[in-house]
């Protein structure tokens, strides 16, 4: 989890960002209230990119109210978002 958290803060600080960012299963407590993340996302998504937390994974961990950040959304797009990138970097 340490990397993934060292990424998200070196994406916020960096000029060079994704179209998109997809949460998904654990991730998503990285957009929900008192994630030490959330200052990060936001700058992150401040910066135009599209961030989509799955809704399936916050039902499931009972989060789907906490969300503070990002896009919820279903499983078709995230599917789709995926679909479309040119490259995706999975932790």
Same mark, same amino acid.
């Given at each position: 989890? $340490?990397? /993934? @958290? &060292?990424? !998200? ?5 960096? $000029? ?5 960012? !997809? /949460?998904? &299963?654990?991730?998503? @407590? ?9 200052? +990060?996302?936001?700058? *992150? $998504?401040?910066? #135009? !990119? ?11 961990? %009972?989060?789907? +109210?906490?969300?503070?950040? #990002? @896009?919820? +959304? &279903? &499983? /078709?797009?995230?599917?789709?978002? *995926? %679909?479309?990138?040119? @490259?995706?970097?999975?932790?």
């Amino acid at each position: 989890m $340490e990397s /993934f @958290k &060292n990424l !998200v803060i070196t994406l916020s600080e960096s $000029e060079i960002v994704p179209r998109v960012l !997809v /949460f998904w &299963n654990s991730s998503v @407590k990285a957009c929900v209230e008192g994630s030490p993340l959330l200052p +990060a996302i936001g700058k *992150i $998504e401040r910066n #135009g !990119v599209r961030v989509l937390v799955s809704g399936y994974a916050l039902e499931r961990l %009972h989060l789907k +109210a906490k969300l503070r950040l #990002g @896009k919820l +959304a &279903n &499983n /078709f797009d995230l599917l789709e978002a *995926i %679909h479309k990138a040119q @490259k995706v970097v999975s932790f």
